[in-house]
């Protein structure tokens, strides 16, 4: 019997295995009911069906195989995409959702092969079957990804918005404290407090800045005319009082006015400028120059030390990624910005 005529006709004996298969992966399968645990698998095997039997070419199979196939006609998801996300909102882990698809595959193969004796399986069936699976699973494991990670960003946006409230309110107290005047220790205090608020904000705005870019929303920008020399000097002046053991020295050229938001060239030329000191050169200063043209302006951090090594050249942009002589080396960095302009 062939592949695609088989499933039809024992598809309800495969639905089984699999409501069998998926009710064993707890928790999330623990207070489930059967059109749960079935959840469009039907709809997956007629599909499967349908794939089996339809005619495909050499460039078809090569495209299928690559993940390429066809999209849906007249549907905006595939069954095993629209079960990848059932499953994620019920908790399932996308290692369980997975596991469904191999036992489903395995369950089908061995029904099949069972009624085919004492005749030998159609080798193309076969084939063809585990490339429709491979497909479905492919579908299934994109959209489940896609879900978590909208979740997460939703959480992290969240959390990052309701930190605020009770964060305003200690600052707030702690000003509060600070202008009782009510002796040295407790003003101390209260500048200890109000110095981390701000530090506690500048996490939360970098928080929330990476949830925008992750939503696809982009970092949030509020340009203004301003003269960026002003602004870096405020800049390497706070650095200054931060790493005093380092010399941090600005050069400005030029015509600095333009369109700018001040706070993100401060965040961006400060990051550098701290790595800078962390990584250069003790004994050679950290420079910040400034040139300003007609139509743009150039910002370039420099200082001396070791230069970079190729293996951390090739991870140089990758998440909490540290170079490999880490936490001792020195690197040589000539690093230029140039930020945008309106």
Not at 50 to 63: A, L
Not at 259 to 268: E, F, G, S, V, Y
Not at 314 to 337: Q, S, W
Request: net charge negative; hydrophobic share 45%.
């Amino acid at each position: 019997m062939r592949l695609a005529d088989f499933i039809i006709r024992n598809i309800e004996p495969i639905l089984a295995q699999w409501e069998a298969f998926a009710s064993t992966l707890t928790p999330a399968a623990g207070s489930m009911n059967s059109s749960g645990l079935r959840d469009h698998a039907r709809q997956i095997l007629e599909a499967v069906a349908k794939d089996i039997s339809t005619p495909q070419t050499k460039q078809e199979q090569r495209e299928k195989s690559l993940g390429h196939a066809p999209a849906p006609i007249e549907a905006t998801e595939t069954a095993a995409q629209t079960h990848a996300l059932l499953r994620a909102q019920r908790g399932f882990s996308i290692n369980q959702m997975a596991a469904e698809y191999r036992a489903l595959r395995a369950s089908v193969l061995r029904l099949w092969a069972d009624e085919c004796q004492p005749s030998t399986p159609h080798l193309d069936d076969m084939i063809r079957f585990n490339e429709a699976i491979d497909q479905a699973l492919a579908e299934s494991v994109a959209f489940f990804n896609e879900q978590v990670e909208q979740a997460r960003n939703l959480l992290l946006g969240m959390l990052g918005h309701d930190m605020r409230s009770p964060l305003q309110t200690i600052v707030t107290t702690a000003s509060y404290l600070a202008a009782l005047n009510a002796g040295d220790k407790v003003s101390e205090a209260a500048a200890r407090l109000i110095r981390s608020g701000a530090r506690m904000q500048g996490l939360l705005d970098d928080l929330c800045d990476f949830n925008r870019t992750k939503l696809g929303l982009g970092i949030n920008i509020v340009p203004g005319d301003v003269d960026l020399a002003e602004v870096l000097a405020d800049l390497v002046d706070q650095l200054r009082a931060a790493h005093p053991g380092h010399r941090i020295v600005l050069e400005a050229h030029g015509d600095l006015h333009g369109i700018w938001d001040a706070h993100r060239i401060q965040q961006l030329v400060g990051n550098l400028v701290v790595n800078a000191t962390r990584y250069g050169a003790l004994d050679s200063p950290v420079r910040v120059v400034a040139t300003g043209s007609d139509a743009e302006v150039h910002i370039e951090v420099r200082n001396r030390g070791q230069a970079i090594d190729q293996v951390t050249l090739d991870c140089m942009f990758t998440p909490l990624r540290r170079g490999v002589n880490e936490p001792d080396a020195v690197t040589d960095r000539h690093i230029r910005a140039i930020p945008g302009s309106a």
